[in-house]
């Protein structure tokens, strides 16, 4: 059961409906690289006294540890921490984030920025290039096929393979 609240009536519980969607995702495999990964995501609140993401990413020479308030890091840069061990190293060093032409802009509004910027370059696609169908239609796929392993309607274990 979940509670809904009205957060324009300072957050009073308004309904209590049955929920019938995962509050935790899990995925392991291997990307196209051959590195691996690991995600998992739980829905609800984070635990006190700590952040509401942890992102940890291992290396062969290091790691780095992303914390955030927020779960959209990629859309919601206030509050994100970003640190990187090297291995050898007793301290970890705090990394900004890049500034471009739209850091002083409120959030989501510098994703947004950047997207239409893309556009008006043509810069469809890829790195520093805004969505088109055929990246939607590969997301919409992997997400399927996420469904179908988890409600085992198909083999865990086996490569995905996408169009």
């Known amino acids: 059961m979940v509670d809904l609240i009205d957060p324009q009536q300072d957050g009073k519980k308004v309904e209590t409906v049955h929920k019938d969607t995962p509050d935790q995702i899990l ?26 993401v942890t992102w940890l990413i291992y290396g062969e020479k290091g790691e780095i540890r992303i914390t955030s308030p927020h779960a ?31 850091s002083e802009l409120e959030h989501p509004g510098q994703n947004v920025g950047q997207i239409y910027e ?38 865990s274990g086996e490569p995905v393979k996408l169009t």
């Open 27 to 52: 995925l392991q495999g291997r990307l196209e690289s051959g590195a691996l990964i690991s995600y998992h995501l739980r829905g609800g609140a984070p635990f006190p006294g700590q952040e509401g």
């Open 118 to 155: 893309a556009y008006a370059r043509g810069q469809e696609g890829g790195e520093g290039g805004y969505p088109n169908w055929e990246m939607g239609m590969k997301r919409h796929e992997l997400i399927e096929e996420m469904w179908k392993r988890s409600d085992g309607e198909a083999p």
């Open 72 to 102: 959209p890091v990629d859309i919601m840069h206030k509050g994100i921490s970003i640190k990187l061990h090297e291995f050898g190293q007793k301290e970890a060093q705090d990394l900004e984030l890049p500034k471009d032409d739209m």
